[in-house]
């Protein structure tokens, strides 16, 4: 049998990679390589990249700029570059960075094994970065995900995005929009349930329009029933959702699939119907509330967070108001805010106007404070409420400490037995804070 050899895997970027790294983990297990997060040890580290904003690839480069050293102490280290700047730059990477081996893109995870031994075996430097289009093959064997151990698992569902938001790389690096045959997703899935995984988040860019292109005739709604009926899993959620593609059997899905958490996350981009057309949303802010709003008649209970841009070009004092307002009207449980990034081949990045750096981050600052303040009213909410809670494992070095989630995507921090991990507790909630919630076990 082959000598046992180590890999190490760093993940920047989004739940699509966090995925994808546990398919290069599973791919390369059965090349027996086993993972260690001992990077000294490592006979191949991975690093698996987002480009999305300008920061997000600066951080590969400096990454790389750690690993030399290593490369030094050890030639016969391999190492590679994965993801979104991977296939962004493809050969570019290889010039750029003369003790780079492989370069493989978005598709081509599949491929490692093969990129590996070519490496090894002729010590030629190599870059796949094809797109194929059209192809289920660039699914991965459903038994690939393999995140054992865990209470959690990703479930990809769709690949790609045909949306162009003027703004985006995503279309670029992960190329048209594919959704995965129903029968693998389930089986998938199943397999998970059984190795322990409670809750499932169903992944693509916008898994709304998943479906489209499959004989099989079927849409993201019907998707989500077929996942409620499987045996033994708790919890469903999805992400990311595109608003203008919230259908209405979608909404009532929420009400209807006991396992869909009430939690939606529904990036508005901007409150600025000007914005929103430069940015090609295809959806109004008026469109946006009245759904907003559908999902929030539906409970209570139900949460909503968003991405926004601040500083798109041409974004004006009048456009910005309108965005601040909208975050008032919908009192979103949290966001995840952004200062406009301009991206190589976008539409964006050669509009007029481009905004300020330092207005750019007065905004970005007024737009948080505000949030800040709404996120813990809404926490405040839910003191004295009684709350279902998966445990996921202690919050820091006490051991009677707890945390896990809610199905509105709240942490909750308590005291109990680390026995309780991977139960669904309920949890009389004490105390809101802006990011968490403190109770205790009823
Ligand atoms: N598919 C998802 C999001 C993908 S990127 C969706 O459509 O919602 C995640 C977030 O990054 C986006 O929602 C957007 O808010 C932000 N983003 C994307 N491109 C950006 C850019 N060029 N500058 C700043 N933020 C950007
Ligand atoms: Fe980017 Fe828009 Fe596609 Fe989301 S929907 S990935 S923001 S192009
Ligand atoms: Fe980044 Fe690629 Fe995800 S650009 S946000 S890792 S799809």
């Known amino acids: 049998m082959e000598q046992e050899r180590y890999l190490f895997v760093e993940t920047h970027g989004c739940q699509m990679n966090d995925s994808d790294s546990g398919k290069i983990t599973s791919l ?101 970065t094809s797109f194929y289009e059209n192809n289920l093959d660039i699914f991965p064997d459903p038994a690939l995900n393999s995140s054992s151990n865990s209470l959690k698992g990703l479930v990809n569902v769709m690949l790609g995005c045909d949306n162009f938001c003027s703004y985006c790389i995503v279309p670029y690096v992960r ?16 397999g998970l349930v059984s190795r322990g995984v409670k809750e499932l988040t169903l992944i693509g860019q916008n898994v709304n329009s998943y479906g489209r292109g499959l004989h099989e005739g079927i849409d993201f709604p019907t998707l989500l029933r077929k996942v409620n009926g499987i045996d033994g899993l708790k919890r469903i959620r999805f992400m990311t959702s595109h608003p203008k593609d919230i259908s209405d059997p979608l909404i009532s899905s929420f009400g209807e699939l006991d396992k869909l958490c009430e939690h939606l996350h529904l990036p508005v981009q901007s409150g600025s119907d000007s914005v929103l057309k430069r940015m090609n949303r295809s959806y109004s802010r008026d469109g946006y509330l009245s759904r907003g709003q559908a999902l929030k008649n539906l409970s209570p209970g139900m949460a909503l967070t968003s991405d926004i841009i601040v500083g798109f ?84 070095k006490n051991h009677e400490r707890l945390s896990g989630k809610t199905r509105s995507f709240k942490t909750v921090k308590f005291d109990g037995d680390q026995g309780l991990i991977g139960e669904l507790v309920q949890v009389r909630i004490e105390k809101g804070y802006v990011n968490s919630l403190v109770g205790k076990i009823v």
């Open 28 to 128: 390369l297990s059965s090349y027996n390589y086993r993972t260690t997060t001992d990077i000294g040890k490592a006979d191949i580290v991975i690093l698996n990249t987002c480009s999305v904003r300008d920061k997000a690839e600066h951080k590969v480069y400096s990454y790389l700029g750690t690993l030399k050293p290593y490369k030094e102490r050890n030639p016969n280290l391999i190492i590679g570059v994965g993801g979104c700047v991977a296939q962004q730059e493809g050969e570019r990477l290889l010039k750029r960075v003369p003790y780079l081996d492989i370069v493989f893109g978005t598709h081509n995870i599949h491929k490692l094994p093969e990129l590996v031994s070519q490496v090894r075996r002729n010590k030629e430097r190599v870059s796949e």
């Open 175 to 190: 190329g048209r929009e594919i959704s995965r045959q129903s029968s693998d997703i389930i089986k998938e899935i199943a």
């Open 313 to 396: 070009p041409g974004e004006t004092d009048t456009d910005f108001d309108d965005t601040m307002e909208l975050v008032e009207t919908v009192r979103y449980d949290a966001i995840f805010s952004y200062k406009y990034s301009p991206r190589g081949e976008t539409k964006a990045a050669v509009m007029p106007d481009q905004v300020d750096e330092h207005l750019k981050n007065k905004r970005l600052l007024i737009l948080q404070e505000r949030q800040r303040e709404i996120s813990l009213e809404r926490n405040m909410e839910y003191e004295g409420r009684v709350v279902e809670v998966l445990v996921e494992g202690g919050s820091d």
